[in-house]
């Protein structure tokens, strides 16, 4: 008897640790463009670029094909600055919000980018820590690029499958 109960309490231990079976999860990916920014600065003392400059943001997204997709918000924080070899470079802690027509994807991390830029017109990735609505639970990864103009942001979204 003690034998089979030790069993039963393993089996369902390792089921909840583990999880009984396998997991499952909806993958969605979203190509989306970040067109007419507005953004306010907020320069911490001393004057200049430098760590606990604000920047906040917002604009509108809009699928490839020029559809309207809902808007983006966004705050990021000056964290570190460095000028090695010559290339100064700022290290700043970003946390945006895409604000869709079913739900809300919600993104953080730290980026480097060179002063004055809102993100760099090379490849950037940041986490999804989660969503509302149609992504609530989301996880995955964001890539951002700057180009003419343009932030054209890819979500790699995947959320539970209930």
């Known amino acids: 008897m ?11 231990t390792a089921c909840v640790i583990g999880g009984c079976g396998e997991s499952e999860s909806d993958s969605t990916t979203l190509t989306l463009d970040l067109r007419g920014i507005t953004s306010v600065t907020r320069d911490a003392p001393p004057k200049g670029s430098s760590a606990g400059d604000a920047r906040s943001f917002s604009g509108a997204l809009v699928t490839t094909d020029g559809k309207p997709a809902g808007r983006l918000h966004g705050a990021n924080t000056l964290t570190y600055k460095d000028a090695a070899n010559g290339k100064p470079t700022e290290y700043r802690l970003a946390t945006v919000e895409f604000t869709l027509n079913d739900g809300s994807v919600l993104v953080s991390g730290i980026y480097p980018t060179r002063p004055g830029e809102l993100v760099p017109n090379k490849d950037i990735k940041r986490a999804i820590v989660g969503g509302t609505g149609k992504y609530e ?22 959320t539970p499958n209930d």
């Open 137 to 158: 639970g989301a996880g995955g990864q964001v890539s951002q690029t700057a180009k003419g103009g343009v932030v054209r942001s890819v979500l790699e979204i995947e």
């Open 2 to 12: 003690t034998t089979r109960r030790t069993s039963l309490v393993l089996a369902a």
